[in-house]
């Protein structure tokens, strides 16, 4: 009695448990291929990480004037250290699919990107939002 309880659970979990079978994973070139370019973003970004003080610089001053020559430098530090972090981190754990699916950490994803954008936030004009009044 035992047996055939047992055997009608195992029938029945393989029943369940066979369409997960068939799903199709990943193909193993397109794995090798995503696993490899996040080794070379990882390198690339360690080696490239001291670019983001004069990019910090150069678009602080563009979108902030002036001041981006003290705030600039201070920011393009951050971004290296947070960079060169990401960067070893991306080496280091590069046959890891994490996060999402070998995706980068950082965005940009390297640091000659993200120059076309003017990222500072435009000066509200009195003239654009008439007041109410009566």
Same mark, same amino acid.
């Given at each position: 009695?035992?047996? &055939?309880? @047992?055997? %009608?659970?195992?029938?029945?979990?393989?029943?369940? $448990?066979?369409?997960?079978?068939? #799903?199709? !994973?990943?193909q193993?070139?397109?794995?090798?291929?995503?696993?490899?370019?996040?080794?070379?973003?990882?390198v690339?970004?360690?080696?490239?990480?001291?670019?983001?003080?004069? &990019?910090? @610089?150069? %678009?602080?001053?563009?979108?902030?004037?002036?001041i $981006?020559?003290?705030?600039?430098? #201070?920011? !393009?530090?951050?971004?290296?250290?947070?960079?060169?972090?990401?960067?070893?981190?991306?080496t280091?754990?590069?046959?890891?699919?994490?996060?999402?699916?070998?995706?980068?950490?950082?965005?940009?994803?390297?640091?000659?990107?993200?120059?076309?954008e003017?990222?500072?936030?435009?000066?509200?004009?009195?003239?654009?939002?008439?007041?109410?009044?009566?």
């Amino acid at each position: 009695m035992r047996t &055939k309880a @047992t055997l %009608l659970t195992m029938l029945l979990l393989l029943l369940i $448990a066979s369409p997960s079978f068939a #799903l199709d !994973g990943p193909q193993p070139e397109a794995v090798a291929e995503k696993m490899s370019f996040k080794l070379v973003r990882g390198v690339t970004n360690v080696a490239t990480c001291v670019v983001e003080v004069p &990019k910090q @610089t150069i %678009l602080m001053s563009r979108d902030r004037g002036a001041i $981006a020559y003290v705030v600039g430098p #201070l920011k !393009g530090i951050g971004m290296m250290v947070y960079r060169l972090f990401c960067g070893v981190t991306e080496t280091v754990f590069f046959p890891v699919p994490q996060p999402g699916y070998y995706d980068s950490m950082i965005a940009p994803e390297f640091v000659w990107q993200g120059w076309e954008e003017k990222r500072a936030e435009p000066k509200k004009q009195e003239a654009e939002a008439p007041k109410e009044g009566g």
